[in-house]
């Protein structure tokens, strides 16, 4: 069974960055694409970043550059980096794995973290 934990998410001002982590009790991300979304109050989850196995990236329109993704040499830890905040970035963030890779939409996603929030103030 897959076991992801998130940690990093904090109160930050706008123009500011934050470093999530998510981590796998073992090198899941050399099987998985790991990807990242994210869910403000009353919206759906969407779709913010993804890693695949071989380090192929993809971003949400909405990132422009802002945020890198990243995995760690034994991919059992991947990384959301995210520069630059704005307000409209305050949501709670969750990772998790995908035997697809690319921009996809959340019941791609088999296996999820608990979530942690990020609050973007202004």
């Known amino acids: 069974q897959v076991q992801l934990v998130e940690s990093g998410g904090g109160a930050v001002q706008a123009g500011g960055s934050v470093r999530l982590a998510c981590a796998a009790s073992?090198?899941?991300?050399?099987?998985?694409?790991g990807v990242w979304f994210r869910q403000a109050p009353g919206k759906e989850r969407e779709f913010v970043s993804a890693?695949?196995?071989?380090?192929?990236?993809y971003y949400a329109d909405f990132v422009a550059g802002r945020f890198t993704i990243s995995t760690d040499n034994d991919k059992t830890t991947v990384y959301l980096q995210m520069d630059s905040l704005k307000p409209e970035d305050t949501a709670v963030y969750y990772c998790?794995?995908?035997?697809?890779?690319?921009?996809?939409?959340?019941?791609?996603?088999?296996?999820w973290g608990q979530g942690t929030q990020v609050i973007v103030s202004s």
């Open positions: 998790g794995t995908s035997v697809v890779t690319g921009i996809i939409n959340p019941r791609d996603v088999e296996h």
């Open positions: 073992d090198r899941t991300f050399a099987r998985y694409a």
């Open positions: 890693i695949s196995w071989n380090r192929h990236t």
